[in-house]
T-cell receptor
Framework: EAQVTQNPRYLITVTGKKLTVTCSQN?????MSWYRQDPGLGLRQIYY???????DKGDVPEGYKVSRKEKRNFPLILESPSPNQTSLYFC????????????FGQGTRLTVV | ELKVEQNPLFLSMQEGKNYTIYCNYS?????LYWYRQDPGKSLESLFV?????AVKQEGRLMASLDTKARLSTLHITAAVHDLSATYFC????????????FGTGTRLQVFP
């Protein structure tokens, strides 16, 4: 089944403790992207990747890192999480770039205390 | 700076009625997207509109794009309860990047 898989689905952590949210797709898509969703602010793009080793900043990249060492995986790294990074995170992928239909992961609800 | 505004923010409509959701954006863009999100769920991609005058239809939903007016519409025909969800539009920030800016969403409730 074609899918985008995020892990974990839920995470509660403490300020400053490094964490990684994984995202994996099995559709051989070149384009992958991370978003965060916050009440009243809607969805905002964090980072995106056009292909292996090619990443670029979205609208709200501060406090996040990404890597794209393999086509299928696009992990989101929070080196020193802060409470303002408490949010619902979505990963998405599409075939070549953002002009194709996007497939979204199930979401990761992160709470930083 | 690109801003994306959706109207209305909330929409309560009766089954069988027609309605339109509007998505306005502030600077030139070459692509516009519509998504659906059910409560507590992930997003589902509905439409990708890539040119002026583009029109796409899926079931009771039809999306169109007018790049000159910087306006996209999502028209709902003969609404049914299953269409209750939040609908987001998103706009490509510029021609040479893949950055996307989202609207705030329209929460649609369809009642009998």
């Amino acid at each position: 089944e074609a899918q985008v898989t995020q892990n974990p689905r839920y995470l509660i952590t403490v300020t400053g403790k490094k964490l990684t949210v994984t995202c994996s797709q099995n559709m051989n898509h070149e384009y992958m992207s991370w978003y965060r969703q916050d009440p009243g602010l809607g969805l905002r793009q964090i980072y995106y990747s056009m292909n292996v080793e090619v990443t670029d900043k979205g609208d709200v990249p501060e406090g996040y890192k990404v890597s794209r060492k393999e086509k299928r995986n696009f992990p989101l790294i929070l080196e020193s999480p802060s409470p303002n990074q408490t949010s619902l995170y979505f990963c998405a992928s599409s075939l070549y770039d953002s002009r194709q239909t996007a497939f979204f992961g199930q979401g990761t609800r992160l709470t930083v205390v | 700076e690109l801003k994306v505004e959706q109207n209305p923010l909330f929409l309560s409509m009766q089954e069988g009625k027609n309605y339109t959701i509007y998505c306005n954006y502030s600077t030139t863009s070459d692509r516009l997207y519509w998504y659906r999100q059910d409560p507590g769920k992930s997003l589902e991609s509905l439409f990708v509109l890539l040119s002026n005058g583009a029109v796409k239809q899926e079931g009771r939903l039809m999306a169109s794009l007018d790049t000159k007016a910087r306006l996209s519409t999502l028209h709902i025909t003969a609404a049914v309860h299953d269409l209750s969800a939040t609908y987001f539009c998103a706009v490509g920030k510029s021609y040479n990047t893949d950055k996307l800016i989202f609207g705030t969403g329209t929460r649609l409730q369809v009642f009998p």
